[in-house]
Structures are given as structure tokens and as C-alpha cells.
């Protein structure tokens, strides 16, 4: 999630989100209306943010209505949004496999539709393809998601944003290797 007011990586501190409250917005939209939130001009009304992220206003009323259950938000009578979502991880010890799996499956073909609809001056696409040993495997997750918050933090130095963006680092095997009882690993 998102990590709005994130002064740096060090002095964050990342509340971790329950199972049942990362189920219910593990939609890509919910996680970008927060954002949507902090940028120039956003008018806080469904059919602007519909026009704004590519869904409908009923995905749109559903997620307010999901963010606002869960404390994230709050439509105040005169009809501003506030954020009160803060700093979150859905990283939990627990299983949340399947809620993350659709999250990113959801994020992954987003950036399948930014390379051919969006100009390359707007994205950056890039990948690379190393063999390594997988006893460093936990290190380097650990590197990945220090590089996400810096970079989030990076962004949010700016008091003013015009745009959301998202950031999908993918870490997986291409090789399907069996390691028997006596391989060297």
C-alpha cells in the first residue's frame, strides 16, 4: 500500500494491514485512489475519479465505500476525503497469498497496457536476467523492498503530484531445476 506522508524509510513506521481488511481492497484501484488523493486538482467525486484511473463509478463508489469501512478515508458532510490510511504493509506473517496474487496479477497487466498505450517518455519498462544462489534469496527481497519505500519516499518530497504511478519489481525463476538430497546449493 501506498505510503502517504512517508518522511524517510528509517523513521516510517508501517502498520501491517489485517487479512480481512486486505482482502476487501486488494482491487489496484483501491491502493490508487489514496494516491489520486494527494495530487494537483483531484476533485474528490466519483465520476472525476472514475475518469481519472480508467474504471467505473461503481468501482469507485465500492471502493470509497470499502476505504471509508476501514478507517482509510473519511467523506467528511460537506463532502471532502480525507486520508487516513498512513503508512501500510500487506506483508503479514499470515496467508494472504491469494489476496496478493490478485493484487499483482491486477498491477502486472497494468504495465502489460502501459507498454502500448503509453508513451515511452512516461514509463519505464526494463528487466534482467541473472543466475544466482538461492541462499541469498531473503537478502534480496529485503534490498527490493528498502528500494520501493526510498523510491516512494523519493516522490513524496514533492508537495505537489500530478499523476499515480505504480512500481512492480518482479523477482521469480526461470529455470525449473529439481535439487536432489545431495546438490550443492
Known sequence: LASPSLKSTQQAQFRQMSLDSFRVISDWYHFAILELMLVEDFEPNAKWVAKALGITVSEVNIAIGNLSRLGLIVVTEDGKWLDRAGNNSNVVEYDVETAKRKLQKQILEKAIEALEEVDIKERDNSAVTFAIHTSRLPEAVEK??????????????????????????????????KRGKGSKR
Do not use: N
Not at 523510491?151 to 523477482?171: G, I, N
Open 144 to 177: 527490493i523492498t528498502r528500494f520501493r519505500r526510498e523510491l516512494a519516499a523519493f516522490f513524496e518530497q514533492d508537495s505537489k503530484r500530478d499523476q499515480v504511478y505504480h512500481l512492480a519489481v518482479a523477482l521469480y525463476p526461470v529455470t525449473k531445476i
